[in-house]
């Protein structure tokens, strides 16, 4: 499987973005996807996550303000991202798994190369 992210760029504070993960591959062995970032000099966390059924989680730090979604004919996971603030600056990674989890590095198969997210004060 491989993952493809596009759509990070340099963002105002207070601006949105949408990030786009295209998937390829033996995709048929993906379940959960989610959507994680690493700051420098800070660890990589989850920040979106999404069941094959659609279920979806996300931790405080960007719940009402990310919005994660799926578009299993297109193969694409999606991250709408609004109210961004320079906190959200990151590298963002798509992510999928073949199990029914993807909120913990473990449960992750398969990474993306990445996206850079920026957002100015």
């Known amino acids: 499987v491989q993952l493809v992210e596009s759509g990070g760029g340099l963002v105002q504070a207070g601006g949105s973005l949408r990030l786009s993960c295209t998937a390829s591959?033996?995709?048929?062995?993906?379940?959960?996807m989610g959507w994680y970032r690493q700051a420098p000099g800070k660890e990589r966390e989850l920040v979106a996550a999404i069941g094959s059924g659609g279920s979806t989680y996300y931790p405080d730090s960007v719940k009402g303000r990310f919005t994660i979604s799926r578009d299993n004919a297109k193969n694409t996971l999606y991250l709408q991202m609004n109210i961004l603030s320079p906190e959200d600056t990151a590298m963002y990674y798509c992510?999928?798994?073949?199990?029914?989890?993807?909120?913990?590095?473990?449960?992750?198969?398969?990474w993306g190369q990445g996206t850079q997210v920026t957002v100015s004060s």
């Open positions: 992510a999928a798994a073949t199990g029914g989890s993807s909120y913990h590095e473990k449960d992750i198969d398969y």
């Open positions: 591959g033996s995709i048929f062995s993906i379940n959960a």
